[in-house]
């Protein structure tokens, strides 16, 4: 076993190398020159029965030469390819120019980008957005609010209840609607007061077209001096035509909620007939969209400000039904299947 033997083998193998123009030939090449059963192999595993000193040399150039082939094909295979793309290209098998696949990307549910347009309306005009816990007490969901234990008006809002008592405190439920934060921005500050609370609600309901037993609320709530039912309006208002368009017109009636006197419901005239009368506000030519009145005075004075001196409006809305009437979806229902072929449209 002498240096010249692997000198010899080198020369061979470039050779040969030069010579391949396919994937399959260089494999082959490679089987025959760095694979098992190829001399240099053979030579490799031969070294521990060489006497020291041949040893040493041939081991050295051996490997040197494994390393100088292994390169040699990455380098071949590297050329092939770059080749082969070229000849592609030239014969018009690739074409560069085709778009490429596109990722599909997610997207914000028709809800939350709703929710988000009705808070970012109201911020511009100077709200804040809150949020407040979906599992309450019973204090914040109704008896704060007027509603007491056995009060009819507990009929509207029906619930599952949480079995769980802590320090002799009313039990715990999910709250029906985003108003229990009135009572809890309240408490923890002092006028002035403007905020939003967006976010989910509960009802018992046997679910239809237009009931879900899960919905999603805007609340609002600004306390200060002087504040008027002509300030309700005037902020409704432009929330309507910001949100529904510079040509709607809108219309208080009286309603009930324990919680505000006077209460109101707020409609605005039909966007689809202009109030003519049509399927979507079923002849009406008005469109309810959400509840709201002034604040209860003794509301006000359960959380320890001055009735005499502080007044305010709150309102509430469900964001479901803005969002059907925006794009016009007949079924409410269908925002919490999780169709893609439903979702994807928005
Ligand atoms: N919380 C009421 C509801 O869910 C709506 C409302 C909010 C009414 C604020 C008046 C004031 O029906």
Same mark, same amino acid.
């Given at each position: 076993? #002498?240096?010249?033997?692997?000198?010899?083998?080198?020369?061979? /193998?470039?050779?040969?190398?030069?010579?391949?123009?396919?994937?399959? #030939?260089?494999?082959?090449?490679?089987?025959?020159?760095?694979?098992?059963? #190829?001399?240099?192999?053979? %030579?490799?595993?031969?070294?521990?029965?060489?006497?020291?000193?041949?040893?040493?040399?041939?081991? /050295?150039?051996?490997?040197?030469?494994?390393?100088? =082939?292994?390169?040699?094909?990455?380098?071949?295979?590297?050329?092939?390819?770059?080749?082969?793309?070229?000849?592609? %290209?030239?014969?018009?098998?690739?074409?560069?120019?085709?778009?490429?696949?596109?990722?599909?990307?997610?997207?914000?549910?028709?809800?939350?980008?709703?929710?988000?347009?009705?808070?970012?309306?109201?911020?511009?005009?100077?709200?804040?957005?809150?949020?407040?816990?979906?599992?309450?007490?019973?204090?914040?969901?109704?008896?704060?609010?007027?509603?007491?234990?056995?009060?009819?008006?507990?009929?509207?809002?029906?619930? *599952?209840?949480?079995?769980?008592?802590?320090?002799?405190?009313?039990? *715990?439920?999910?709250?029906?609607?985003?108003?229990?934060?009135?009572?809890?921005?309240?408490?923890?500050?002092?006028?002035?007061?403007?905020?939003?609370?967006?976010?989910?609600?509960?009802?018992?309901?046997?679910?239809?077209?237009?009931?879900?037993?899960?919905?999603?609320?805007?609340?609002?709530?600004?306390?200060?001096?002087?504040? #008027?039912?002509?300030?309700?309006?005037?902020?409704?208002?432009?929330?309507?035509?910001?949100?529904?368009?510079?040509?709607?017109?809108?219309?208080?009636?009286?309603?009930?909620?324990?919680?505000?006197?006077?209460?109101?419901?707020?409609?605005?005239?039909?966007?689809?007939?202009?109030?003519?009368?049509?399927?979507?506000?079923?002849?009406?030519?008005?469109?309810?969209?959400?509840?709201?009145? *002034?604040?209860?005075?003794?509301?006000?004075?359960?959380?320890?400000?001055?009735?005499?001196?502080?007044?305010?409006?709150?309102?509430?809305?469900?964001?479901?039904?803005?969002?059907?009437?925006?794009?016009? %979806?007949?079924?409410?229902?269908?925002?919490?299947?999780?169709? =893609?072929?439903?979702?994807?449209?928005?």
């Amino acid at each position: 076993m #002498s240096t010249g033997e692997l000198q010899t083998l080198e020369a061979q /193998a470039n050779d040969s190398l030069a010579a391949i123009a396919d994937e399959t #030939s260089l494999e082959d090449w490679r089987v025959n020159y760095l694979g098992r059963r #190829s001399r240099l192999t053979e %030579i490799l595993r031969g070294l521990s029965a060489l006497p020291l000193e041949e040893r040493k040399q041939v081991g /050295a150039a051996a490997n040197r030469l494994r390393e100088a =082939l292994e390169t040699a094909l990455a380098e071949r295979r590297d050329m092939l390819r770059k080749r082969d793309v070229q000849t592609f %290209i030239q014969q018009g098998r690739i074409d560069v120019t085709l778009p490429g696949r596109p990722i599909p990307m997610g997207r914000l549910h028709p809800v939350t980008q709703t929710q988000r347009d009705i808070v970012a309306c109201f911020e511009k005009m100077g709200f804040q957005a809150v949020e407040g816990p979906e599992v309450e007490w019973d204090y914040y969901n109704f008896e704060a609010l007027r509603i007491p234990e056995h009060h009819p008006a507990r009929d509207m809002w029906d619930t *599952m209840w949480i079995d769980y008592h802590r320090d002799g405190r009313m039990p *715990m439920l999910l709250r029906t609607h985003t108003s229990p934060n009135q009572v809890r921005v309240m408490e923890r500050q002092q006028p002035p007061i403007r905020v939003v609370v967006p976010g989910k609600c509960y009802r018992y309901e046997a679910t239809d077209a237009t009931h879900e037993w899960m919905l999603t609320q805007v609340e609002g709530l600004a306390v200060d001096e002087g504040i #008027s039912m002509a300030d309700l309006k005037g902020t409704l208002y432009e929330f309507a035509q910001q949100l529904f368009g510079q040509e709607r017109r809108v219309r208080f009636r009286c309603d009930y909620f324990p919680f505000v006197e006077p209460g109101a419901d707020m409609s605005i005239d039909c966007f689809v007939c202009n109030g003519e009368g049509c399927s979507t506000c079923k002849g009406a030519g008005w469109i309810e969209i959400m509840g709201a009145g *002034m604040v209860h005075p003794e509301i006000l004075a359960n959380v320890g400000y001055d009735p005499e001196r502080y007044t305010g409006f709150a309102f509430g809305m469900g964001v479901e039904r803005v969002a059907m009437l925006r794009h016009d %979806i007949e079924d409410i229902r269908l925002f919490y299947q999780n169709d =893609l072929r439903f979702l994807e449209q928005f």
